[in-house]
């Protein structure tokens, strides 16, 4: 046996010894945190491995543990969370088709499969750690809070260096590099609860907008314009639903607060500007907005419409799955077991880059389009699911628009901030799907996302300051959590909004 095995196999067995030790909320943590490619911190594939897969089995390590200490099943009738069962079901029946009907083989299915089926079994993980848990929830969102504030500087490190320190998306755009951290929805998640925040004139820390500033800096540099225009759509989502009083009672939208967020963005600019890259970042955002509107007078070979060819992935998956079976799809086809009569009809799709095409590329193969595309997540679903899949989907993302704005004023003020930010980064998540995958690949961070709305929404608070109250009292939804003249707002702990 070779001693890097050797070594190896130790080191696993060691880890697996000390992961059975810890508690529920950090073996998810953990587990989340590989799931997540480790933040950018190691390869994808390490030691021939991907890296999700570590992370997931460490996922159902910890929730096979939460499963026996349950003693009570609690039954759940909000309707996302009943999507969210149906579209389970649906897609393991999808897999079972695709390795008994379609006969796909078996593990090349589970391969295609375990990135949608484990994200959303997810969610009920996290959903069961923060129901047996009571502080599970904060613990999360304080850890990941810490750990994206130590990684936001680094990427833009990487950016002033023209050198990679992460292992994430990283590509030459012109004269300079953009990037994509893996991490960056959970950025944006924390930038939700700043933002909502400053506009209703609830205190922040100073700590808040630093991280608020280097994300929006970190935004900027991704040089994409899908996320530009996501980001955009949603911060006016953000300030229609404060006008509209989407919000409990003593939350409101302070209109001087949004002059105010914007002469800040106005001055981050022109300090971007001076740095000589706003230039770059404003021909990104005109182009979008160009091609959104039909404009395409001035697309130049950098700024090419690349929209207009996610809508044609998407109509030609459509047909393709609408003459094939438009109830199962194409199931869980693994891209190796992909038909060639199939590859002869594909005209648009990304070019398939593993290892064993890129060799073949080199010596003179052709290049080869995949049926799968990471451009345009509603396509996926499409050839996964079928056209009920997709149904599901969009039903899913419905019930989940309708739930927010017909409870959010009953939302604890506590927890209000919070909630927003989650729906709110739901809805970038779906706005994204027309320009990547969010709901079909590293759908545990959605889905992680999804369980904190859910928990926010449930207006039971721990967010309690240290000896300020009893911790066995419960508060009631709808109230605050006092402590002489100030409740908490704040999921970081410490920052309080006082009246005087």
């Known amino acids: 046996m070779p001693m890097m095995l050797y070594y190896g196999m130790t080191a696993s067995a060691v880890g697996l010894i000390t992961f059975s030790f810890l508690s529920p909320r950090i073996k998810v943590l953990i587990a989340f945190f590989v799931m997540t490619l480790c933040f950018d911190l190691v390869p994808r594939i390490l030691f021939a491995i991907d890296v999700w897969d570590v992370g997931a089995i460490l996922l159902l390590l910890a929730w096979l543990e939460l499963a026996s200490r349950r003693t009570e099943v609690p039954t759940s009738t909000i309707g996302y969370v009943i999507g969210l069962r149906i579209i389970l079901g649906w897609m393991t029946l999808c897999l079972l088709w695709s390795i008994l009907i379609y006969e796909y083989p078996g593990l090349n299915s589970l391969k295609a499969s375990r990135q949608m089926i484990i994200g959303v079994l997810s969610f009920f993980v996290f959903k069961e750690l923060f129901t047996a848990d009571k502080g599970a929830y904060e613990f999360f969102h304080r850890a990941l809070y810490v750990a994206t504030f130590l990684l936001l500087p680094v990427c833009l490190v990487q950016f002033v260096l023209h050198e990679p320190l992460l292992f994430g998306l990283y590509r030459e755009y012109g004269d ?76 409101k939208l302070n209109w001087v607060m949004v002059p105010v967020l914007f002469s800040l963005l106005m001055l981050f600019g022109a300090g971007f500007y001076g740095s000589g890259y706003a230039d770059k970042v ?70 398939i880059y593993t290892p064993q095409y890129i060799e073949r590329y080199q010596e003179g193969y052709p290049y080869v389009l995949a049926l799968h595309s990471a451009d345009i997540g509603w396509a996926d679903i499409m050839i996964n699911t079928g056209l009920v899949g997709l149904a599901l989907w969009i039903f899913l993302f419905a019930v989940v ?100």
């Open 401 to 500: 628009v309708i739930d927010f704005y017909a409870t959010a004023r009953r939302t604890s003020t506590a927890y209000y901030h919070a909630r927003l930010a989650h729906f709110l980064q739901l809805v970038v998540g779906i706005l994204l799907m027309f320009e990547s995958n969010t709901f079909v690949t590293l759908v545990q961070i959605p889905a992680f996302i999804l369980a904190g709305y859910w928990y926010c929404s449930q207006g039971k608070t721990e967010w309690q300051s240290e000896g300020a109250l009893d911790a066995s009292m419960e508060i009631a939804p709808g109230q605050h959590e006092m402590t002489g003249v100030c409740y908490r707002t704040s999921m970081f702990g410490g920052i309080r909004n006082c009246r005087l």
């Open 176 to 251: 300079v590099t953009r990037s994509l951290p893996v991490f960056l929805p959970l950025v944006l998640l924390y930038m939700w609860m700043i933002a909502s925040k400053v506009l209703t004139g609830t205190r922040v820390s100073i700590h808040e907008l630093v991280y608020a500033g280097m994300a929006v800096a970190v935004i900027a540099l991704t040089f994409t314009r899908g996320i530009y225009l996501a980001v955009l759509f949603v911060v006016g989502v953000m300030i229609v639903t404060l006008a509209l009083r989407k919000s409990p009672g003593d939350v």
């Open 282 to 351: 404003i021909d990104r955002f005109t182009s979008a907005m160009e091609l959104i509107l039909g404009e395409n007078g001035k697309i130049n070979k950098k700024n090419e419409d690349t929209y207009t060819g996610r809508l044609d992935i998407a109509k030609e998956r459509f047909m393709l799955v609408l003459a094939h079976n438009p109830v199962m799809g194409y199931g869980f086809i693994h891209e190796d077991d992909v038909p060639r009569a199939i590859r002869a009809k594909l005209k648009y799709g990304s070019v």
